[in-house]
């Protein structure tokens, strides 16, 4: 076209009919395509019906048409928009792209019409145009047709492989430019310059979304894989079914890291920098994914692509894009990293590799995506999981990483919507189905699980408590069957609940459960037709169920409640007890043929054990402090807890252990009364004296009183209060030799304190025990008489001062506070005889005050110039202080940090003056376990923290002085008859060597001495049971230590005070019977060591022989039991071990004060093994041995005179020389300097008691390059098994590598046979093993 200012333009003609032509027809009404073909047809324009119609004219007559000069000049009706639908990325400027389609939902409506080419299943070829529909509407003016567009593109869902411009046009039919019709031909241009985009929906809202669509996607094909696994009859790790993902998106650049955990069926929770939201999800049949979060819903859809998720929510889009960063370094499968190739911190080029990692037993070569430095984050060795970073690169080209902002805000709170509170019955659903999804295992993440656990307990049981949660439930129950009831049975049940709530506060008042139900069974009695007693029973059925579950009112609702919670935590995890996961798993298989879904579910279940543990013992813990009564209705469940053995169940079974001991055990109020009724009864009339027989069942006392008994140091009563420290002194000082004891009082009249001075001998076994000269003084020679003396409660001439032993005096004292001690402390000082005493020598300290350990290996901040030189004479004086300490806010070491200034000021020369040896002060709070914290002069006053919260009277009863070749850490106890310590070996080379760690259990049986042989036997099966499985809960505590895991050969002693009257054997009988009982309980806590010490009578008139039972199970099969009875020796006088019998033990002849050794080579190779679930390949030829003894023994039973020969075996090790020949040599065990190991075996067996059977055994040695085969193995499995082969004899290979083992499928075992000798006796040997090639 040319114009008159001499330009041109060139215009696109189209002389054809457009696909807007319904543009026209809408405003016309005239529809072009017919008009066109009529006109074709040579039809002339007046006859056209809608031609005539649109100039206003009658349609049926005929007559001509002045199209000139009409009257009436057509005017478009309305005004119509049209929008093209194309296959087209407005993001991508317009990219046209062809795939599938999933959706396309288009309802046309009066004023919106559309068409569309391809459907609902349908797709567009790459050959295809990319306009696949067409929409129009109509308004009656612009902005009423641009409003009714507006509304349909919104309405119209299009879900496929690519991007529509729908979306987009609705954003530009929403700017304001089109609104005020100031388009042009540049408009689209410059929107598309100015990079306007389609509407987006809110980020946090698509984070959300897209999350949710991703973890839900994600977890449910892990349990639809799992279980189709178990389906074919695969087992695959428990680890593989997760609720919780880890999510990270990017969107315009920044990078949000979301996790989303499955909380129930239709629950998530999501974690976004530590800001949480809720939100509902329900699945839809087409894929959408129904959203519901702070009470608005979505319908969103997801498409995952090659680099992207794309999002539907409503009808807006956004995509997110996945990470894609050059400079982490990941491994692309799982596997195992065997080495780098270029070394930390070098350059690395594109393409080059840089380390290799080993999957599926080949290795695999990594490269580099981008040049740069290299900085390794695994190390060689590391086990990776998929998608794990190795390493990180510093590109030498930073452009060519993209720059991600990390998302660092939380989540936006939550919209303030008035929330209806709810109903206490509805409260107690919500609370009951969350508890019932944790106990699914839907359990949210850490921290935030514990404390929603803690809400949702406090608040079920408060629900529960509450007298109207049944008037509520069955109010609701009511009115949903109202108009079903007759209206006699109604007003009746009413009436009661009426009543019922008027006295809803009355403590004697009862949900009137069987009043109601006897108002329903009245009823029904007086129907005589079945068809209405059947109608009313279901109409009242939620009701009758209702007044069952509260037929034992609010508490037994609340007991039942309970008893239901931990009976689901039961039922799962009784089915992993027996045996390892893929045994267990096996069995659930079995019993659940027809429905694999109930084994997935009982396998994630368990998989949340951990959290399903906080959840029961959360539970289990309000229990105790608000409802202790129903703790001994429920000891049933709580028992069945108890027998949970595995390791995950450990704090379980510990928590119901201790929950039953405290049921059964008397209340701190019951028990203080008891011991001061005993006090008072001990009294006698006047007041002044007492009988000492009365309070001897208290230092003889099983149960622990210690936290009752410095109660009584305060009494009123000051005989009490001397009864008191009598008892304490007694008890705690058992063994000693106690020969005098004086009552004491220090200062003035009005504000007296009594004090309790003590002389004894050291036993003859103890370790800190010097022979030298007698001493002769006493208590009574060396001080005045100022109080009442107290009738010794032992009498026995052993004890005699005079004999040529080590005394000790000591003093005990109790105060109101630490000042009131301190204010005392001089007198406290005046009580003890001048130091040193008459007739008393010096000794060489050197080797003096034998303890487990010195202050160097204690006090690592300790240097020997440090301590001050010790005094010639050697402390002999005991200070015990006890003092109350009010505040509770104060931990150990503030207190220690207290005593231990105190004593290392002033007051230490004043000490090492006046002889005192030790002193150990007693912290006493109410109702609680004194605190010990105990101070020695060797160590210059500073704390022996070995000794803490031990008192120290009592470490020779447990033999402390024995583990001084370990470093010991005291472990605390709920049980303060336990003591726990971990050792670790000394080593020259400092504790970065240790490889020995091991835990020491140790206790005290106290009880009177047992006076018949049946009482005996029953204290020693009854007592030591109990104690071995307080010992055992005591040692799963300790199992929550960091280096629990590194410990091996733990070990159990039991020091039982009383006599026995038994025979050795018998105890041999009854305690390897105990440990064979509670064998795997042990073998599970590594425990492989254990002590028993123990008095025997063998009569009733004979002397007490100190008995000692050494038990050893190092291999785990062997169980090695020795018993000694304790000597003294003529020539040394020292005391030590003789074997009880013939057969000798290794302690045989050494001193009851020999220090436990520490692990040996192969106990660590054994350790090694065992850690990987085998046997140490060493142990092999003893458990043939041991196989065959149990053989004969069988054999032996019933025949008389008949015994299992003297050698049973005879076995010698096959093994390689230089040239890789084969010979055989007896070396030691763990000499093998490859990981395969041979023996030449001849076993007598009593079907061949003379020449023995033959055979070769071949193992691997998992200890030495994890068993794996290498050249030098190869040839010792080939030639031991050539030579099996040449003898004729046969060949047993026991593997015990770590490589993968693969079963023999199902199908094909029945297809194996064997031709026996006789087979009628199948241990005779076969002949051949042969396959049949069809089916039976």
């Not at 695959?236 to 315009?252: G, K, Q």
């Not at 935590?569 to 893929?582: A, N, S």
């Not at 010991?968 to 240790?994: C, F």
């Not at 009982?1077 to 010490?1093: D, I, N, P, Q, T």
Request: aromatic share 8%.
């Amino acid at each position: 076209m040319f114009v008159t200012d001499d330009r041109f333009y060139f215009l696109e003609l189209n002389p054809r009919l457009q696909v807007e032509h319904p543009c026209t027809e809408m405003v016309a009404d005239v529809n072009l395509p017919a008009a066109q073909l009529q006109i074709a047809m040579g039809i002339p324009l007046h006859r056209i019906k809608d031609i005539r119609a649109l100039y206003q004219h009658e349609s049926w007559t005929n007559n001509p048409i002045d199209f000139d000069n009409s009257f009436a000049i057509p005017n478009p009706k309305g005004h119509v928009i049209a929008c093209r639908i194309t296959s087209e990325n407005p993001d991508e400027g317009f990219k046209p792209s062809s795939g599938t389609v999933q959706e396309l939902n288009f309802r046309s409506t009066k004023n919106v019409w559309g068409y569309f080419s391809v459907a609902a299943s349908g797709g567009l070829h790459e050959f295809a145009d990319s306009q696949f529909g067409h929409c129009f509407a109509w308004g009656e003016d612009r902005e009423d047709a641009r409003e009714n567009m507006v509304v349909a593109l919104k309405d119209l869902c299009i879900r496929g492989d690519f991007r529509t411009t729908v979306e987009y046009l609705v954003t530009l039919l929403e700017t304001e430019t089109f609104q005020n019709n100031d388009v042009d031909t540049g408009w689209l241009d410059r929107l598309i310059s100015e990079k306007v985009q389609a509407e987006k929906p809110d980020a946090l809202l698509g984070v959300i979304c897209a999350g949710l669509h991703i973890a839900d996607t994600t977890i449910t094909n892990a349990f639809q894989t799992f279980q189709n696994s178990l389906e074919r009859g695969q087992v695959l790790p428990a680890s593989t079914l997760n609720n919780s993902i880890d999510v990270e998106l990017i969107y315009d650049g920044v990078k949000y890291a979301v996790q989303v955990t499955k909380m129930g069926i239709t629950n998530y929770l999501l974690v976004l920098n530590n800001s949480t939201k809720e939100a509902e999800v329900h699945r839809l049949k087409d894929g959408c994914l129904l959203i519901s979060v702070e009470g608005a819903s979505h319908s969103t859809y997801m498409k995952e692509e090659v680099d992207r998720y794309r999002i539907i929510i409503g009808n807006k889009t956004c995509v997110f894009e996945k990470e894609d960063d050059p400079t982490l370094m990941r491994a692309p499968s799982a596997g195992k990293l065997l080495n780098y190739v270029i070394e930390d911190g070098g350059r690395v080029i594109r393409n080059q590799p840089y380390a290799e990692i080993e999957v599926m037993k080949m290795v695999m070569t990594l490269s580099a995506s981008e040049s740069g430095t290299i900085t390794y984050i695994k190390r060689a060795g590391a086990v990776l999981d998929c998608g794990a970073v190795i390493a990180k690169l510093e590109l030498d080209d930073p452009n060519r990483a993209k720059n991600l902002e990390v998302f660092r805000d939380p989540f936006p709170p939550n919209v303030d919507v008035p929330q209806q509170v709810d109903k206490l019955n509805h409260v107690v659903q919500k609370c009951r189905a969350a508890v019932d999804q944790a106990l699914a295992g839907y359990a949210s993440p850490e921290p935030y699980f514990a404390r929603a656990t803690q809400d949702t307990i406090e608040t079920l049981m408060r629900s529960l408590r509450d007298p109207h949660l049944p008037l509520l439930e069955l109010h609701e129950v009511i009115s949903s069957v109202f108009g079903r009831l007759p209206q006699a049975v109604e007003r009746a049940i009413r009436g009661q609940l009426q009543h019922y709530a008027s006295n809803i506060t009355s403590v004697l008042c009862q949900f009137p459960s069987q009043p109601i139900a006897n108002i329903i069974d009245s009823y029904a009695a007086t129907l005589q037709k079945r068809s209405d007693r059947d109608v009313f029973f279901l109409n009242t059925q939620a009701i009758v169920q209702l007044v069952q579950r509260y037929r034992n009112g609010v508490r037994g609702h609340l007991k039942s409640v309970i008893q239901e919670v931990l009976k689901k935590y039961l039922d799962v995890e009784m089915m992993f007890q027996h045996g390892h996961y893929d045994k267990c798993v096996s069995k659930l298989m079995e019993k659940h043929k027809n429905d694999m879904s109930e084994v997935v579910a009982a396998i994630f279940s368990h998989g949340q054990v951990q959290k399903k543990n906080v959840l029961i013992i959360t539970l289990i813990d309000h229990l105790v402090s608000h409802e202790p009564g129903l703790a001994d209705e429920l000891s049933p469940i709580l028992n069945e807890l108890t027998t949970l053995g595995k390791s995950e169940n450990a704090k379980v079974a510990l928590k119901a252990r201790q929950v039953l001991i405290s049921a059964h055990q008397p209340s701190y109020e019951l028990r203080r009364n008891q011991v001061e009724s005993i006090f008072l009864s001990a009294i006698d009339m006047y007041g002044r004296n007492f009988h000492p027989e009365y309070l001897q069942k208290l230092i003889d006392s099983e149960t622990s009183i210690f936290d009752v008994l410095h109660d009584f140091f305060f009494h009123m009563n000051t005989i009490v209060r001397m009864a008191s420290y009598e008892v304490y002194i007694r008890r705690a000082y058992i063994a000693y030799g106690l020969y005098c004891l004086q009552h004491r009082t220090i200062g003035h009249r009005g504000a007296e304190n009594r004090v309790l001075q003590f002389q004894f001998n050291l036993p003859s076994s103890h370790p800190n025990r010097i022979m030298g000269e007698p001493n002769h003084g006493s208590i009574a020679q060396k001080a005045d008489h100022n109080g009442p003396l107290i009738g010794a409660l032992l009498d026995d001439p052993a004890l005699d001062p005079n004999t040529h032993c080590c005394s000790r005096f000591g003093v005990m004292a109790a105060f109101n506070d630490f000042e009131e001690y301190k204010n005392s402390f001089d007198k406290l000082l005046a009580l003890y005889p001048a130091f040193p005493p008459e007739g008393h020598i010096g000794h060489d300290h050197s080797g003096l005050f034998q303890t487990i350990e010195d202050p160097q290996s204690r006090r690592g901040s300790l240097a020997a110039g440090d301590l001050d030189p010790l005094p010639e004479h050697e402390p002999i004086h005991i200070l015990n202080v006890a003092f109350k300490h009010l505040s509770l806010t104060d931990d150990d070491e503030t207190i220690s940090r207290m005593l231990e200034d105190y004593c290392t000021s002033d007051v230490k020369q004043t000490l090492l003056q006046k002889g005192i040896r030790r002193i150990t002060f007693l912290v006493l709070r109410a109702q609680m376990y004194p605190k010990y914290f105990s101070f020695r002069a060797k160590d210059g006053f500073l704390e022996d923290k070995i000794y803490r919260h031990l008192e120290p009277a009592l470490a020779f009863q447990l033999e402390i002085n024995r583990l001084r070749t370990y470093s010991l850490e005291a472990i605390p106890t709920p049980n303060n008859k336990i003591y726990l310590y971990l050792g670790s070996a000394k080593t020259d080379r400092g504790d970065l060597n240790v490889t020995d760690y091991r835990f020491f259990v140790r206790s005290i049986i106290r009880h009177s001495d047992l006076v018949t042989k049946e009482a005996s036997v029953e204290f020693l099966q009854t007592e030591g049971e109990r104690v071995l499985l307080e010992a055992m809960d005591a040692l799963e505590v300790g199992f929550s230590h960091p280096l629990a895991q590194k410990t091996d050969c733990n070990q159990i002693f039991l020091n039982f005070v009383p006599t026995v009257i038994m025979d050795p054997n018998k105890i041999e009988e009854h305690v390897r019977g105990m440990i064979m009982r509670y064998g795997s309980r042990l073998w599970k806590l590594r425990v492989l060591e254990a002590e028993l010490k123990i008095n025997i009578r063998l009569s009733a008139n004979e002397e007490a022989i100190p008995i000692r039972i050494s038990v050893n199970n190092e291999s785990g099969y062997y169980l090695d039991l020795h018993l000694y009875k304790e000597v003294k020796d003529s020539r040394s006088g020292h005391t030590k071990f003789e074997s009880w019998g013939l057969k000798q033990g290794f302690l045989h002849g050494r001193s009851t004060d020999t220090p436990y050794m520490t692990k040996n080579y192969l106990q660590q190779k054994r350790f090694s093994a065992q850690t990987n679930g085998t046997t140490y390949v060493y142990d092999f030829p003893e458990m043939f041995r041991q196989a065959l003894l149990k053989q004969w023994r069988e054999f032996n039973d019933g025949r008389a005179g008949r015994e299992a020969p003297l050698q049973v075996m005879d076995c010698v090790e096959l093994v390689l020389d230089a040239h890789d020949n084969l010979y055989e040599n007896n070396r030691l065990p763990g000499e093998n300097n490859i990981a395969m190991v041979a023996w030449r075996m001849v076993l007598t067996t009593p079907q061949y008691p003379a020449e023995g059977r033959e055979l070769i055994v071949i193992a691997n040695d998992i200890t030495n390059k994890i068993g794996s085969f290498g050249p030098r193995e190869d040839v010792l499995f080939l030639k031991a098994s050539e030579l099996a082969r040449s003898k004729g004899i046969p060949r047993i290979y026991l593997a015990a590598n770590s490589g993968a083992r693969i079963g023999l499928a199902e199908e094909i075992k029945p297809l194996f046979k064997i031709a026996w000798e006789d087979p009628s006796e199948p241990e005779k040997v076969h002949r051949t093993v042969f396959f049949i090639d069809h089916w039976p």
